[in-house]
């Protein structure tokens, strides 16, 4: 797990040392590093300028679905198998923000802690602040820090609420929907937004009534929103006892097999840093924008003509945007 970093300028002496203690597998300057990069610390960005020529070797999982679906449970049976191969795993278990203290409310290091002893396995817990579908904006440079740090898989369970799912889909390499028979069957299949991002479903629960049903249900839903070069296979499993966890390893394998003989691999990475660059920059132009509109003479003037009518938001807004040009 051991990485050897280059020697490069650009980084202070301390963000420096972080990185390398990072690469050198270093497990406390990697909690320190995550912490830094998810509070959006001011060495934040020249942490990670560090670490990013390190990435891209792990493998990116997204674990998402509905409360109660048992994700932590079946990422739990996922990680004992990955273990008992070999690899190694880093789990961002994504939660609801406490509303008090701003922190991560579950816990799902609380539920894994079978893991607590094991080097191989490292769990993070992290707040989904807010953030519909319970990925906070620091996810995807967490998941760096963790790459860098030479972990064969990171594993990203969501908190998984409403539409909101489809953001795991933005940063994993495959997506796991999991589906629980009795919780509202035709409405979980009717998300065809949700369907076509899953690239494997996963009926959990399997034991339960109605699992067949639902399974009929997926099929027919997914026939409507096929995407050309991978159709999503149904895998149903009882993650409290294993069944069918080898099979939904095995279709994950598969499925990683098909983005990498392909090329979708490639332009999935593409196509998710071509979004991450334009969210980024998006939020550096509405601070910018937001620095022009606190205490700015001109602005006030001009909200008192949006105010009088004198004047459309569209003209004001296009003045502030002329105004961030060099």
Known sequence: MTRTPTAEPGPA???????TRVLAGDRLALTRAITRVENGRREAAALLQALTPHTGHAYLLGITGPPGGGKSTLTTALVTLLRARGDT????AVDPTS??????????????LEFYDDPG????????????????????DVARVLDAF???????????????????????????????????????????GVL???????????????????ATTLRGMLSLAHTPGW????????????QGVPELLAAIANHRGY??????????????????????????????LLGLMDGDAGFTAALAQLVARERDPASVAADLVARLAP
């Open 89 to 92: 795993v880093a789990i961002i």
């Open 259 to 288: 983005l990498e003989h392909s090329g979708a691999r490639t332009d999935r990475t593409r196509a998710r840093l071509r979004a991450e660059v334009l969210d980024r920059a998006q939020e550096l132009l509405t601070a910018r």
């Open 121 to 140: 396995v490292f769990i993070r817990s992290m707040a989904s602040r807010g953030v519909l579908g319970g990925l906070s904006a620091t996810t995807g």
């Open 231 to 242: 159709s999503p296979p149904i895998v149903q499993t009882v993650a409290a006892t294993g």
């Open 150 to 192: 030479g972990f064969d898989w990171v594993i990203i369970e969501t908190v998984g609420v409403g539409q909101g799912e489809v953001a795991v889909a933005g940063l994993a390499d495959t997506t796991l929907l999991i589906e629980v028979p009795g919780l509202g069957d035709d409405v979980q299949a009717i998300k065809a």
């Open 13 to 19: 002496p301390a963000v420096a040392d972080l990185a």
């Open 196 to 214: 076509e991002v899953a690239d494997i479903l996963v009926i959990n629960k399997a034991d339960k009534e109605g699992a067949t049903k639902l």
């Open 99 to 112: 509303a008090l203290s701003g922190g991560a409310l579950l816990g799902d290091r609380i539920r894994m």
